[in-house]
């Protein structure tokens, strides 16, 4: 699973080649401090073998892509294919009752974009466990307002923010921003300064919200 | 404005008279939304048929704001999400950093966290009980209640120069020793707190109107508490008996007795009740605390520069609205990657639609100010 191995490593990375729309972009970081040479990271994350990912093995085969561990949380790397399935397992059978998290990562040079972020806790057992679905742009995952209805929101803000579309998502809509509002600003992409500056000059009869 | 609420479920059962719907928007300057949220309601008269949030009107970016400061500089803005209760905003993420690093904040530091972080529990319930009875009408507790907060925001003033965006908290410990008398300071106020909440019972625990405004108005089961994420004190007053401190403890929280109070039926006056014990339990930890405050360092070894091994971490804390969690993921450099926070105002207002359904209009006002929201947060 190309993780955080192909990710951009420098800070400066999550700058873009300004678009066209946004304004003369100044480098905000630019007072950070010089950092020392970098260390050897330690070997992050390791793999989990445990009675749970296991079972979840047992049960879904290939759709679970990886099963690791970063300091000493578990998460599972799962196919977006088997996302509902996997979800309805994890709350039924594993006692996940409680989506405590839905978010997303942007990771803009991997083929598979962006990954989804379920972060589930367990009542009876508490316990937590994080599932990390890699999806490609465009891709439709299915929706876990089903599963669990608090969702609902989260996926909202997710497609806000990173403008992943859920699948059968019952009032998929911008939560955050406004609603015809161009760009989704948690891309990487997506430079800080910038923003809608037609919405703003249409909306607020101003030049610029900054 | 379009109705453009589509709910099939409540269309059949709405119409009593055969009346037209209407749509009221209520919001986003009115008084008792706690700030700026508009609600679009949905009425059959005076009887509330759906209600629809829409949010958003304070969102800053803080999230994308974080993916451009360093670990250190980042700090600071969290307390500008919940601006009632920002030493549990810091008191979180500084947890999640000191995990994403591998390091741990001293005992002393811990300890001095915890009394810090439940003062701001009661400070931040006194905000609540103050607005919300005032939504309601009764006037009086506002000026109570604001007064002992006085008290707590004057301790936060000598700790740390600020009194509402604190930033008390720093990665790896405390910045500031605290000050002489800061155990004194403390307890005087638990003392003489003892005496002002029983001010409020007597003002309202057994008052008609009270009750008659919040028995049984908003009530939500266990299973739809847990279904929709809420969490804090509505998940408690609907009977289960589930607190971070207890399930997950951090910071100091192992080392010290308290009770979870739970309710029964999940209505408006069991959550009153739920956090009105829960500002006496936060006052009997402070007492614990301060009886013994270890000895040592407040700040550990994190060094200047902090450059977390890539990798991710997911820390939550009990706030006193709930589940305040924090996902960081760190990429080895100096400014994080990605950082996701789980505001607990923003998942327990998704609520609000099903408590609201078939209430009165006023009734909206008392179920806003039951779910304690902070609009800096839920917007962020």
Same mark, same amino acid.
């Given at each position: ?31 950070? !401090? ?7 990271? !330690?070997?992050?994350?390791?793999? /989990? ?23 000493? %949380? ?56 994080? +599932? ?49 509002? %161009? ?20 909306? =607020? ?6 | ?14 119409? =009593? ?73 810091? /008191? ?71 009194? +509402? ?37 007597? +003002? ?27 969490? @804090? !004190?509505? /998940? ?50 402070? +007492? ?14 994190? @060094? ?20 305040? @969690? ?8 100096? %400014? !994080? ?14 609520? /609000? ?27 962020r």
């Open positions: 699973m190309p993780d955080e191995s192909k990710a951009p490593q420098s800070p400066e990375g999550s700058k873009p080649e300004a678009p066209g729309a946004s304004p003369a972009p100044t480098a905000p970081g630019a007072a950070k !401090p010089a950092p020392p040479p970098p260390k050897a990271p !330690p070997p992050l994350p390791i793999p /989990l073998n445990n009675d749970l990912s296991a079972r979840y093995r047992e049960r879904f085969g290939a759709a679970i892509l990886d099963a690791l561990e970063d300091r000493r %949380q578990p998460y599972l790397v799962i196919d977006s294919l088997q996302l509902s399935d996997i979800a309805r397992y994890s709350r039924d059978e594993e006692k996940f009752d409680l989506l405590e998290d839905f978010t997303a990562v942007d990771w803009p040079r991997r083929e598979k974009r962006f990954d989804l972020i379920a972060i589930l806790y367990s009542f009876p057992h508490n316990t937590r466990l994080r +599932l990390k679905i890699p999806v490609t742009e465009g891709e439709r995952p299915a929706s876990l307002t089903e599963i669990w209805p608090t969702a609902n929101w989260l996926e909202r803000e997710i497609f806000d923010m990173f403008g992943i579309v859920f699948a059968g998502h019952p009032d998929l809509k911008r939560i955050l921003l406004p609603d015809e509002w %161009q760009g989704h600003p948690l891309r990487k992409d997506y430079d800080i300064l910038r923003q809608d500056t037609a919405w703003v000059r249409e909306n =607020l009869g101003i030049e610029s919200g900054q | 404005m379009g109705n453009t609420l589509r709910d099939d479920a409540t269309q059949n059962n709405s119409t =009593l008279l055969g009346a037209d719907e209407l749509v009221v928007n209520m919001g986003p300057q009115h008084p008792s939304t706690h700030g700026v949220l508009r609600v679009k309601l949905k009425l059959d008269g005076e009887r509330v048929r759906g209600a629809e949030c829409v949010i958003g009107y304070l969102h800053r970016g803080v999230e994308k704001i974080a993916e451009h400061r360093t670990y250190q500089q980042f700090a600071p803005y969290v307390d500008r999400m919940d601006y009632v209760a920002a030493v549990s905003n810091g /008191l979180g993420y500084c947890e999640a950093v000191e995990k994403l690093l591998n390091a741990e904040a001293p005992p002393r530091a811990r300890v001095i966290r915890t009394i810090l972080t439940e003062l701001q529990r009661i400070a931040s319930h006194l905000v609540w009980l103050g607005t919300h009875a005032l939504d309601i009408g009764a006037l009086t507790p506002l000026f109570y209640c604001f007064r002992e907060r006085e008290e707590i925001l004057k301790i936060f003033e000598k700790y740390c120069g600020a009194r +509402l965006t604190t930033h008390a908290f720093r990665i790896g410990g405390l910045q500031y020793e605290a000050y002489d008398g800061f155990e004194k300071d403390v307890e005087r106020f638990c003392k003489d707190f003892e005496r002002r909440i029983q001010d409020y019972v007597d +003002l309202l625990t057994g008052n008609s109107i009270w009750i008659g405004r919040t028995r049984n108005v908003g009530v939500l089961s266990a299973a739809e508490c847990i279904a929709l994420g809420a969490s @804090g !004190p509505l /998940l408690r007053a609907s009977g289960v008996k589930w607190d971070l401190r207890k399930a997950q403890p951090y910071a100091a929280y192992d080392q010290y007795q308290f009770e979870i109070p739970v309710g029964a039926n999940g209505d408006t006056y069991d959550r009153y009740m739920v956090r009105m014990e829960e500002m006496r339990q936060s006052r009997l930890i402070c +007492l614990q605390a301060i009886e013994r405050i270890p000895e040592g360092p407040i700040l550990g070894k994190v @060094g200047k520069v902090l450059k977390p091994a890539a990798g991710e971490i997911y820390h939550s804390i009990e706030a006193p609205k709930g589940i305040l @969690g924090y996902y960081i993921v760190s990429d080895g450099t100096t %400014q !994080p990657y990605r950082v996701r926070i789980r505001p607990p105002s923003f998942v327990n207002l998704q609520a /609000l639609d099903k408590m609201v359904r078939g209430h009165l209009v006023a009734d909206v006002v008392a179920i806003i100010g039951t779910l304690d929201i902070v609009l800096g947060e839920v917007d």
